[in-house]
């Protein structure tokens, strides 16, 4: 059934009534059936291949949704798991800042059309954040059987501070487009006014 609908069958139906029109106009004479079948043939070689449908991959909307599925997935890992209180508190910082960026909204939508933003959230709550989290549990109990080295808990708050200085240099890409945005509009308003 494809090939019925095909650019190749079209072209070379198309040239095949030519074809027959040929032989009704008289100027193909008793070899109608080889030029009515030479043309069809030759549209066919003519015609453009088929192009593959281009991949149906999901608007970034799509994806900040699944982001947000998966953060909130994240917040119940995160629930369980027991933190010292400076560590705790980095943590909860992120995750403000977090829950602002994936907030369905007008920040949303401007997230949506920053693909590398998208990227960058993405990759904090699906792997930054949870790494960083479950390398201090384990090293965490490490350290009891080794004491005299350096507190897990350090490099934990160090990790969280710079994921957290990575969102806050996102937002602040965000807050910029914005104002570019704004400053454009205006300047817009006062070239159309004279």
């Given at each position: 059934?494809?090939?019925?609908?095909?650019?190749?069958?079209?072209?070379?139906?198309?040239?095949?009534?030519?074809?027959?029109?040929?032989?009704?106009?008289?100027?193909?004479?008793?070899?109608?059936?080889?030029?009515?079948?030479?043309?069809?043939?030759?549209?066919?070689?003519?015609?453009?291949?088929?192009?593959?449908?281009?991949?149906?991959?999901?608007?970034?909307?799509?994806?900040?949704?699944?982001?947000?599925?998966?953060?909130?997935r994240l917040?119940?890992?995160?629930?369980?798991?027991?933190?010292?209180?400076?560590?705790?508190?980095?943590?909860?910082?992120?995750?403000?800042?977090?829950?602002?960026?994936?907030?369905?909204?007008?920040v949303?939508?401007?997230?949506?059309?920053?693909?590398?933003?998208?990227?960058?959230?993405?990759?904090?709550?699906?792997?930054?954040?949870?790494?960083?989290?479950d390398?201090?549990?384990?090293?965490?109990?490490?350290?009891?059987?080794?004491?005299?080295?350096?507190?897990?808990e350090?490099?934990?708050?160090?990790?969280?501070?710079?994921?957290?200085?990575?969102?806050?240099?996102l937002?602040?890409?965000l807050?910029?487009?914005?104002?570019?945005?704004?400053?454009?509009?205006?300047?817009?308003?006062?070239?159309?006014?004279?």
């Amino acid at each position: 059934m494809a090939y019925v609908e095909s650019r190749k069958n079209l072209t070379g139906g198309a040239l095949g009534v030519a074809g027959l029109g040929l032989t009704f106009a008289g100027l193909a004479g008793p070899y109608w059936p080889v030029v009515v079948a030479g043309l069809y043939g030759a549209g066919a070689l003519l015609a453009p291949p088929e192009r593959p449908p281009v991949p149906d991959f999901p608007d970034p909307s799509a994806q900040l949704d699944e982001v947000r599925a998966d953060f909130a997935r994240l917040g119940d890992y995160l629930a369980g798991v027991e933190l010292p209180p400076a560590a705790a508190g980095r943590l909860t910082e992120l995750t403000e800042l977090l829950t602002a960026l994936l907030d369905p909204g007008w920040v949303a939508e401007i997230l949506a059309q920053d693909p590398e933003g998208v990227h960058t959230l993405s990759r904090a709550v699906r792997q930054d954040v949870p790494e960083a989290v479950d390398t201090y549990v384990r090293t965490r109990w490490w350290t009891r059987l080794t004491p005299g080295t350096e507190p897990p808990e350090r490099h934990l708050e160090r990790q969280l501070t710079l994921l957290h200085d990575e969102l806050e240099r996102l937002a602040a890409a965000l807050r910029d487009a914005e104002a570019r945005r704004q400053e454009s509009h205006t300047r817009y308003l006062e070239d159309r006014s004279g």
